[in-house]
């Protein structure tokens, strides 16, 4: 009876082993893994540290805050910072602008930048390596150097205080990087498939449409939300582009809650908790699009 207990046992130790080696997919040992796991799990508590801390002081009160503690007990816990965020008219109206300027952001990024990356992809023509190139040295300039050139501009189209200004600034920003990550996905699909389409009387678009864009969701997912990103994130140009409560995003809308002489600390991290809560969700939601895509190589470009 003991001898096969002491068999089960070894063979309950060999299934998890096995498991383990299955579930790591590649030849290492469970020492060796946990050592590795061990050093992530340090470096990515360091990073996340903060950003817990920052989420669990928005359930607490300013007592808190100022207290020596790390930990609030239970009864501390509180949802009134949400409450005072969610009800604030003007936290709102930052909330659907920046709704409004990244949706509309992504969508023109993705549109041009997939024609663009199209051509670049299956056309000859001059200049196109050098516009390429030009495309990635654009993301290369201190956003800074064009900020007063970008502000001219837009004042000499009266674009200045109105989504749609902001909206193309974004743009300017998200095209370039977005045409050159995508141009590296449409490379890898073989040519021989249009020729196939060609044959069966398919015209640019419908391969586009068709065979191109189907194969490269991962790509196009990945260009997407490294365009919402930068748009959501913005606090440069919409400072300069915005002069009204009208046209304000959420990141200059954190100023809300601080003024001359106070920061109200835990309604500012309840906000910027609220402005994380968008991407994460998207992340969350597209999250196998976006690892597939980032891992099938779409940061090679040309």
Known sequence: ???????????????????????????????????????????????????????????????????????????????????????????????????IVATATTAITLVVGTLAAYSMSRFEYPGRSGLLFTFLGTQMLPRVLILIPFFLVM?????????????????????????????GYFDDIPESLDEAAKMDGCSHLDILGRIIVPMSLPGITVAGFYTFILSWNDFLFVSILSQTAATRTLPFGLQLFQSQNTVAWELLLTAATVTMIPVVVLFAVFQHWIVEGLASGGMKGT
């Open 1 to 99: 009876m003991a001898t096969d207990t002491q068999s089960q046992a070894r063979s309950t130790d060999r299934s998890l082993s096995d498991r383990l080696d299955a579930w790591l997919a590649e030849d290492m040992s469970p020492k060796r893994a946990l050592g590795v796991y061990a050093v992530l799990g340090v470096y990515m508590s360091f990073l996340l540290l903060p950003v817990a801390y920052m989420v669990m002081a928005t359930f607490t009160s300013p007592d808190f805050l100022y207290s020596p503690r790390l930990v609030p007990a239970l009864s501390e816990l509180t949802l009134q910072n949400y409450v005072a965020i969610l009800s604030t008219g003007l936290f709102q109206q930052y909330f659907i602008n920046s709704t």
């Open 155 to 183: 004042f000499s189209l009266n674009l200045i205080d109105s989504l749609l200004g902001i909206v193309i600034a974004h743009s300017v920003l998200g095209i370039p990087l977005g045409t050159w990550l995508l141009k």
